[in-house]
């Protein structure tokens, strides 16, 4: 991203935080937020067991998809390094967890989410460090190859022993613990659960931090950071690494689920999609990464329910309708709505400050 | 050594398409500093419009100009319409929207025309170019078709002064405006001019891929990277750009061997993001300077 | 046997009068998605994404069962067809078919498109016993009573597809130099491997080049001229219409005739040969199993003229230069026939116990003399295809039906 581009979302950013800010006291305003976290947190506990299984498994993929895009929210949003190749990462978790579960080791699957996040943070550092070099469009490209290449790789006879090559791999579902009184589907939902809330909890420290601090100030002002003794080099190829093992780890996430993985999968689309519901859902909001996964998995079929031939067009209708009206994502939506309405009981509340008697 | 001759030539063949549509794809950065996703599917869009003409009966090149024409007013109307409302959102979002449009021209000209393939006619006949089996008298035309749009940009750009606001509107729209230069509808003309020239990419493409609605994703995919790897500033890098895409990838193909045919594209892109990290604006790039 | 004395009789009487005198209730066993009045079958297609191209098979299937409906249904009851679109990625493939087994109750799946698509819900179909009916892909693996019995593919596979050519080059050319082209997935390896199979242990020496391509790649110029370069004499070209027509037209400019053999996959007249040129699609050889509905020589064929009536009636909006427009109503019939077969005992054990029993099936746009044939231990319904010529303005039909079964 160039200067003006940085300095737009920044000030965006801020105006809205400062609009917030003004308008309540900070404490009642992390209190609220605390409270919508528990009600979404027990919402998400309650739903598999009055839901259809069909519906547990979109929920789950919901969940997966949305921290994927919480990967790449870290990079870009937080960061302003533009990926197009996260679908690589993604499928890279995917594939680690699928090896590593049929092939050699005959894993437990609660152990390869560890392994695929371990592979893909040191890929993510290998192409942070000459990342640095690039921006804009020029870094797009470069992480645009690493989308093509994936699945070329992944299909070609070099590693097919590994891989399966264009068959793919087939995986076992896990079954639940036993002793527990749910069934597989509704276990694999609270297992993503778990580990959704563990890492966007984590993700929510990281921003709040120190580094969040500098990983932010490296997007909005790179040079005054620099200027200021922060590490840029360091941080931006850290970040890469960092958002490419949450990709990973959701890809393998995805592979368990969908208990299939073949190399067509992974292709470039799937980075325009994760793209997508980044910015539907809010740049640079941990929730609204959430959103982005909801978006990705429902409007493909809500597109499709309204014409089989045309549902392509349906879509980009949709997203058409969705940047005019929330041009900064559903979490943008969210903070401005909040910031109106309580701006609306502040007018109604207050006095007049003085009466003119002239 | 012959059968290097043979690729380079087919290389060049092929990256005159990537050379057109690079320049289209350079055109609309220029104007509005980021990429459209959606120029391969307009262009396709606008060849569908000339294949339809055609099949009602006109003539090749009133279904040119037409769609050409067409294709400039369609360009400057999107920007008025879809892009000026999102002008002030951050950048991410107009993205978003370049990809609205390329799911809604997809599926709309899948719709339409359906998916079998289709000739399109070229006014350049098919026979081999000089009789020798390297390249076609319709290829060597594209190439020359090529190099005459980007000696009229340059022109154009260099010596009009319409040519000049828009170069200063893309510069610094600040001080275009205090100038009296109307910057929204230099954008727009921007906009028009980019989805012509696709226009016209688009005419002499098909003729050697066949026009379907998918024809012009992958074009498009290394029209972006012959632009990159040319300089996103610079047209005649974005040209020559695309040709070397071609070279490279023919040249990748063959010569690696093992695994050269099924990674070609992959070696062509690594190739490029190597240059990249040499020269990281391009090669004929303008590194961006700015004011702390 | 208990004795069946008058005594019995009389003691049963009053029972069987009785029970005569109710209406005669045929001993009807339902599975989940059938009722008296419907019958619901689904499956997922990709209508959009990179292979839409073949959506138009299932706009066809839904006309063909729109038209069944209208001739009063299967025994009376209606076909009421889901078809979800899946883009062809696996992932969505599996929640819509879970969405139709579990959320809408499908009978059974139908027809659905594509191998990685069907092979990510190959075992979900079979644990939860549902049919997996005449997969609309050539892929092996479908072929596989023993283990997978839920799951029965529907045309020949391209491996024994690869098979036929390699047996053909073997008898026309048996010291040619090969060259293939093929797209990098796993219907264009599957072709491969049937040729490589086929050509046993000469495959290593004869083939000399294997070019793949991927879908967006935007020509095959390159590859040909590789496969020239090479000195081959024989190509083998198994790509999709707009590459396959790519190919042909490269080969006539450049000045290249070899031995030039087309699969099923890319040789429709009007869909490849046209818009390559036919005069440079002169002495291509294919196989087919199915008319080509652009080919003059059906014009008075019955089978072609039923399938035009019904173009022309339910699916008007269809283009008939398109060879997949041919598919979706035969396999439309396939499936009509299985669900025919089961009277009133529709369950979906019944289903697969009827897929496996088709004997001699004849349907109008089959090449004459091809049927489709199943049993217990062959899940493969058409085996056999029969080799063309191209003439200059249509295929000749040559030689005899061959089967591309390898011998059980």
């Known amino acids: 991203m160039t200067v003006p581009e940085r300095e737009a979302i920044a000030l965006e950013a801020a105006a809205v935080r400062s609009e917030t800010a003004v308008a309540e006291p900070l404490s009642l305003w992390l209190d609220r937020r605390r409270l919508l976290i528990g009600a979404a947190v027990i919402a998400g506990l309650v739903a598999p067991l009055v839901v259809a299984n069909f519906t547990i498994f979109q929920l789950t993929m919901v969940m997966i998809y949305g921290l994927a895009i919480l990967g790449l929210n870290l990079l870009t949003g937080f960061n302003g390094q533009f990926s197009l190749g996260h679908s690589a990462f993604y499928g890279i978790g995917a594939y680690t967890a699928a090896i590593l579960m049929s092939r050699s080791a005959d894993l437990a699957y609660y152990w390869t989410l560890p392994c695929a996040g371990a592979v893909c943070f040191i890929v993510g550092i290998a192409l942070g460090l000459p990342a640095l070099r690039l921006q804009g469009l020029y870094l797009a490209l470069a992480t645009f190859a690493l989308a093509v290449a994936l699945p070329q790789l992944l299909k070609s006879h070099l590693l097919e022993g590994m891989t399966g090559g264009v068959q793919g791999i087939v995986i076992d579902k896990p079954d639940p613990p036993p002793g527990l009184p749910i069934n597989a589907d509704q276990w694999l939902y609270y297992f993503t659960f778990a580990v959704l809330l563990i890492m966007f909890a984590a993700a929510a420290g990281l921003v709040r931090s120190h580094t969040g601090r500098a990983i932010m100030a490296i997007r909005d002002h790179p040079i005054a950071a620099a200027a200021m003794g922060i590490n840029t080099a360091r941080y931006k190829t850290l970040t890469f690494g960092v958002s490419a093992l949450y990709t990973g780890i959701a890809g393998a996430l995805g592979a368990i689920v969908v208990q299939f993985v073949a190399p067509d999968s992974f292709n470039f689309l799937l980075s325009i999609n994760f793209l997508v519901g980044l910015i539907v859902g809010g740049i640079g909001s941990i929730p609204g990464s959430l959103f982005g996964g909801v978006f990705v998995l429902f409007v493909p079929n809500i597109a499709e329910k309204v014409s089989t031939g045309l549902s392509g067009a349906v879509y980009g209708v949709i997203l058409l309708l969705l940047i005019f009206l929330m041009p900064s994502g559903a979490a943008g939506f969210v903070r401005r709505t909040a910031a109106w309405l309580a701006r609306l009981k502040r007018a109604a509340n207050t006095e007049p400050i003085g009466r003119s008697t002239r | 050594m012959e059968q290097l001759l043979q690729q380079v030539v087919a290389g060049l063949a092929t990256g005159a398409i990537y050379a057109t549509m690079a320049l289209a794809v350079v055109m609309v950065y220029q104007a509005i500093d980021h990429l459209n996703f959606a120029q391969g599917e307009l262009a396709t869009f606008s060849t569908f419009l000339a294949w339809q003409m055609i099949e009602w009966g006109w003539s090749y090149w009133a279904a040119f100009a037409i769609t050409v024409a067409i294709s400039f007013v369609i360009g400057v109307a999107i920007d008025r319409i879809l892009f000026r409302p999102v002008r002030n959102a951050p950048i991410l979002s107009q993205l978003v929207a370049f990809i609205a449009l390329f799911s809604i021209l997809n599926s709309s000209d899948g719709e339409i025309w359906n998916f079998t393939i289709k000739s399109f006619p070229t006014p350049f006949g098919t026979k081999p170019l000089f009789g020798s089996g390297l390249i076609s008298t319709h290829q060597a035309g594209m190439v020359v078709v090529t190099l005459v749009m980007l000696v009229l940009l340059y022109l154009f750009f260099r010596g009009s002064r319409l040519g000049l606001a828009m170069r200063a509107a893309a510069a610094n729209p600040e001080a275009a405006r205090l100038v009296g230069i109307r910057v929204g509808w230099m954008i727009a003309l921007g906009w028009g001019l980019s989805t012509a020239i696709g226009a016209v990419a688009g005419m002499l493409i098909a003729p050697v891929v066949f026009l379907d609605p998918n024809m012009m994703l992958g074009v498009l995919l290394y029209g972006f990277a012959g632009a990159v790897l040319g300089g996103l500033s610079s047209p005649g890098g974005a040209v020559l750009g695309g040709f070397a895409v071609g070279i490279i990838e023919n040249l990748a193909g063959t010569f690696i061997p093992f695994v050269g045919q099924e990674l070609k594209l992959t070696v062509a892109l690594i190739v490029i993001v190597a240059v990249l990290m040499v020269r990281p604006a391009g090669i004929f790039g303008r590194v961006a300077v700015s004011r702390v | ?408």
């Open chain 3, 1 to 408: 046997m208990k004795q069946i004395t008058r005594r019995t009789v009389l003691a049963t009487a009053p029972t069987a009068i009785a029970l005569a005198a109710l209406p005669v209730r045929a001993a009807k066993q339902y599975d989940p998605g059938v009722t008296d009045s419907e019958i619901k079958i689904g499956n997922t297609a990709p209508y959009s994404g990179p292979a839409s191209n073949y959506s138009t098979i299932w706009k066809c299937e839904a006309a063909y069962f729109n038209m069944i409906n209208a001739e009063g249904g299967i025994n009376g009851r209606k076909i009421n067809f889901i078809s979800y679109d899946d883009a062809y990625s696996p992932p969505k493939t599996v929640e819509m078919t879970r969405k139709l087994v579990e959320q809408d109750q499908v009978f059974a799946i139908a027809g659905g498109a594509g191998t990685p698509t069907n092979t990510a819900i190959w075992k979900y179909m079979n644990q939860h016993e549902v049919p997996q009916l005449f997969v609309a892909t050539g892929a092996t693996k479908w072929d596989d009573p023993k283990g997978h019995p839920w799951t029965i593919g529907f045309q020949p596979n391209y491996q024994s597809e690869g098979r036929i050519y390699a047996a053909y080059i073997l008898q026309n050319k048996p010291d040619g130099k090969v060259g293939v082209l093929y797209q990098n997935d796993d219907f264009g390896k599957d072709y491969l491997k049937g040729v490589k199979d086929g050509l046993g242990a000469k495959a290593a020496s004869m083939i000399k080049v294997e070019a793949t391509y991927e879908t967006t790649d935007p020509t095959v110029d390159s590859q040909v001229v590789n496969i020239k370069a090479a000195g081959c004499d024989v190509f083998i070209n198994t790509a999709i219409n707009k590459f396959a027509a790519q190919a042909i037209r490269k080969a006539a400019e450049i000045e290249w005739q070899p031995l030039h053999i087309l699969s099923g996959i890319g040789n429709s007249l009007a869909g490849t040969l046209k818009p390559a040129g036919l005069e440079a699609s002169k002495g291509l050889v294919t196989d087919f199993f199915l008319k080509d509905p652009t080919d003059p020589q059906w014009k008075d064929d019955a089978g072609y003229k039923w399938w035009l009536g019904f173009m022309n009636e339910w699916y008007p909006e269809g283009d008939k230069n398109d060879a997949l427009n041919v598919f979706g109503p035969t396999a439309a019939a396939t499936i009509v026939q299985v669900l025919k077969a089961c009277g009133d005992e529709l369950t979906r054990a019944n289903v697969m116990k009827q897929a496996a029993n088709l004997h001699e099936l004849s349907l109008p746009m089959l090449l004459p003399g091809i049927t489709i044939n199943t049993s217990p231990t062959d899940f493969a319904p058409i085996k056999q295809v029969q080799l063309a010529r191209f003439d200059g303005e249509r295929w000749q039909l040559f030689g005899s039906l061959i089967s591309g079964q390898l011998p059980a």
